[in-house]
């Protein structure tokens, strides 16, 4: 009677362990199938009692009715179906108590395969948060060099622009020069 018990303890235990959807629903299932099992098995084992009890019940009732005088004719039977009703009502109390343990087992089994949801929603967000701040960074970093670039090319321009005005100076230079060689040879 007490295998399960054990059955559904271990299978609530392997479901706390798990952290994914399929296995929470997959353990949630096991669970439930589990505890019907145990009421099955319980309802039968008490079914088996109770029809136990009441041949047993017979001889006893006999024995009464045999030993006292016989106030009535129908002790017996009645003595015999109080002992059948009162095997019923057990009968009866056990199986809405197996019920409620199915119950209960079906309801933490629910509650852990929701929690075991919403964790991995959590997961999730925070997987996508990530990507968002990586990709933003991403984004902060490549917008950054290609400001340096376009700044190095700036410099790079006007590098070019110097160079190109000293260029110029020189070649004024030489044509200043070349003019006073020749007015000079011009007045020799």
Same mark, same amino acid.
């Given at each position: 009677?007490?295998?399960?018990?054990?059955?559904?303890?271990?299978?609530?235990?392997?479901?706390?362990?798990? %952290?994914?959807?399929?296995?929470?629903?997959?353990?949630?299932?096991?669970?439930?199938?589990?505890?019907?099992?145990?009421?099955?098995?319980?309802?039968?084992?008490? %079914?088996?009692?109770?029809?136990?009890?009441?041949?047993?019940?017979?001889?006893?009732?006999?024995?009464?009715?045999? %030993?006292?005088?016989?106030?009535?004719?129908? %002790?017996?039977?009645?003595?015999? *179906?109080?002992?059948?009703?009162?095997?019923?009502?057990?009968?009866?109390?056990?199986?809405?108590?197996?019920?409620?343990?199915?119950?209960?087992?079906?309801?933490?089994?629910?509650?852990?395969?929701? *929690?075991?949801?919403?964790?991995?929603?959590?997961?999730?967000?925070?997987? *996508?948060?990530?990507?968002?701040?990586?990709?933003? $960074?991403?984004?902060?970093?490549?917008?950054?060099? $290609?400001?340096?670039?376009?700044?190095?090319?700036?410099?790079?321009?006007?590098?070019?622009?110097?160079?190109? *005005?000293?260029?110029?100076?020189?070649?004024? $230079?030489?044509?200043?020069?070349? $003019?006073?060689?020749?007015?000079?040879?011009?007045?020799?």
């Amino acid at each position: 009677m007490q295998q399960p018990y054990v059955l559904l303890l271990l299978l609530l235990q392997q479901t706390e362990q798990t %952290d994914s959807r399929a296995r929470a629903a997959s353990a949630a299932a096991a669970a439930a199938a589990a505890a019907a099992a145990f009421v099955a098995v319980a309802a039968a084992a008490h %079914d088996a009692a109770a029809a136990a009890a009441v041949p047993a019940a017979a001889p006893a009732a006999e024995g009464v009715a045999a %030993d006292t005088p016989e106030p009535a004719a129908s %002790d017996p039977s009645i003595q015999t *179906k109080q002992t059948t009703s009162n095997s019923l009502s057990s009968s009866s109390s056990s199986r809405q108590q197996q019920q409620q343990q199915t119950a209960a087992a079906q309801t933490t089994a629910a509650e852990q395969q929701h *929690k075991q949801q919403q964790q991995h929603k959590q997961q999730q967000q925070h997987h *996508k948060q990530q990507q968002q701040q990586q990709h933003k $960074q991403q984004q902060q970093q490549q917008h950054k060099q $290609q400001q340096q670039q376009h700044k190095q090319q700036q410099q790079h321009k006007q590098q070019q622009q110097q160079q190109h *005005k000293q260029q110029q100076q020189h070649k004024q $230079q030489q044509q200043q020069q070349q $003019q006073q060689q020749q007015q000079q040879q011009d007045y020799l």
